[in-house]
């Protein structure tokens, strides 16, 4: 199990949304390039980014700053948000991102991302945001009419992809992930799963950990100290080598 801190980005400041929902900012007055370096420096081993900026208006305002960042850090980053076309997807890639994570374009064009799973293996991870057992999408705005069970069906032949799968009910509630969903979907798929979503104490760890689940995403509980990066990362450990 590996543990990715996560940064959302708006208006060039980190920001937590609570169930996504733009009503219901957090905004933590620390340096994003200090916070990244800090990341770095604990021994991350991949951090996630998500411009909330692009999820919500479409634009990519912290393009730059990613990929300068790329370039900068020897820490690989997980970038999200707003990526619905094929060409700002290689952009990124070309940039020098590890990996890019796809939402609305992973549904809306599955040409685009059968060729982009094809021409770059293991870069490719597939954002499954869930809400009452159906697909959101466009920053968890829109339902994309599907059932998650249907998408993870149509979506299997594929090859050499990640699902980042968030419960969009437990997102910055701090109560724990559910673990239910995944376990639901340990049973649909072999494709390595990222959680997202309340992932609050060593014990949630463990337990994804537990399921199978390759990877878990923290954010508020890392920022508000409730779960600080570097006990995170030895919960994830400890939990590895009791599985």
């Not at 208006?11 to 770095?40: C, W």
Request: with cysteine.
């Amino acid at each position: 199990m590996n543990v990715l801190p996560s940064m959302d980005l708006y208006s060039h400041k980190i920001t937590r949304l609570k169930q996504g929902n733009f009503d219901h900012v957090t905004t933590y007055m620390m340096d994003p390039a200090k916070t990244l370096k800090s990341f770095e420096t604990a021994g991350a081993s991949l951090v996630h980014i998500v411009d909330l900026e692009a999820t919500h208006t479409g634009n990519n305002v912290h393009f730059d700053f990613i990929q300068t960042m790329a370039q900068t850090l020897t820490l690989p980053i997980q970038v999200g948000g707003g990526i619905r076309s094929l060409a700002m997807a290689e952009k990124y890639l070309a940039a020098g991102v590890k990996r890019i994570v796809l939402g609305s374009l992973a549904m809306s064009d599955e040409t685009a991302l059968d060729m982009l799973v094809k021409k770059y293996p293991g870069q490719i991870v597939v954002a499954l945001d869930v809400k009452d057992q159906m697909v959101m999408s466009h920053g968890w705005l829109s339902a994309s009419g599907h059932t998650l069970e249907a998408v993870i069906q149509r979506l299997n032949p594929l090859k050499s992809l990640r699902y980042l799968i968030t419960d969009i009910a437990t997102d910055g509630m701090l109560k724990g992930p559910n673990l239910e969903l995944y376990r639901t979907v340990k049973k649909l798929t072999n494709v390595p799963i990222i959680a997202s979503g309340g992932i609050t104490t060593c014990e949630d760890i463990q337990a994804l950990t537990d399921l199978g689940v390759e990877e878990a995403v923290i954010g508020k509980a890392m920022y508000e100290d409730k779960l600080p990066l570097k006990e995170a990362l030895k919960c994830s450990q400890d939990a590895s080598s009791r599985v």
